[in-house]
């Protein structure tokens, strides 16, 4: 979040895309699924079954509402959520591996600002609106153009997260490079795989959730001044 080539990218930036662009992009957002991090979404066909799938799910708001309020496993979601799957929102696809997400088993889709990376699910970047299949990147490691494009930090985590993955052709391309240069970005990849995320982790809490966190530390620092008070007498 803090690289000064990617600065413009900012979870609250997809937020904001997020909303003016799900219905060309081809997603319908679930009313009441949003979370601190997350969103489910339907993936449709066209802008305009999008439109039509919103005014539907907007009639069934009452049964959305009890079910992520209830936070029910998806096994017991209505029928008319079998297509919906959660979406995390991020500024950028790598910072999928920098949050360690791939241990959250629920997300089945990624929003991002920037797709920078290569992802065992979908991803949907907001710089372009265009959606990207599993393991898709949104530059070819097939492309002549990829060799100078490696070079660069889009390029390179591009290449680091497809060599983790063992993606077939990123390992083709590996093998292409001088053998000091295939060490490198083999232990790379090794440490991307093993590395640990130090800070607080994503959560991904309800609106009534975070009311009732935010009450109770407003409780427990009330009782904690009014502690400090009555000692200072």
Not at 62 to 68: E, L, M, Q, S, V
Not at 146 to 164: E, M
Request: hydrophobic fraction near 35%; charged fraction near 25%.
């Amino acid at each position: 979040m803090t690289e000064r080539p990617y600065s413009r990218y900012t979870r609250a930036k997809t937020w904001a895309a997020l909303y003016s662009q799900h219905i060309h992009a081809g997603y319908a957002w679930v009313p009441f699924s949003r979370t601190n991090n997350s969103i489910t979404v339907i993936s449709c066909a066209t802008p305009e079954d999008v439109q039509k799938l919103m005014r539907e799910l907007e009639q069934q708001a009452d049964a959305c509402r009890a079910f992520y309020e209830s936070r029910q496993t998806p096994d017991k979601a209505p029928p008319f959520l079998a297509k919906a799957r959660e979406g995390v929102v991020l500024a950028r696809s790598s910072d999928y591996y920098h949050y360690r997400l791939e241990n959250y088993v629920g997300i089945k889709l990624v929003i991002c600002g920037l797709h920078d990376s290569y992802l065992h699910i979908p991803a949907w970047e907001m710089r372009t609106n265009q959606r990207y299949k599993a393991r898709e990147t949104a530059v070819t490691i097939t492309d002549p153009a990829f060799d100078r494009l490696r070079c660069t930090q889009f390029g390179h985590g591009i290449l680091v997260a497809a060599v983790a993955k063992g993606d077939p052709d990123a390992q083709a391309f590996l093998a292409t490079l001088p053998p000091r240069t295939q060490s490198r970005l083999r232990r790379e990849s090794d440490e991307l795989q093993d590395q640990h995320y130090r800070g607080r982790p994503l959560a991904f809490l309800t609106e009534a959730e975070r009311r009732a966190i935010g009450s109770k530390i407003s409780e427990g620092l009330r009782r904690y001044h009014q502690q400090q008070r009555v000692q200072a007498l």
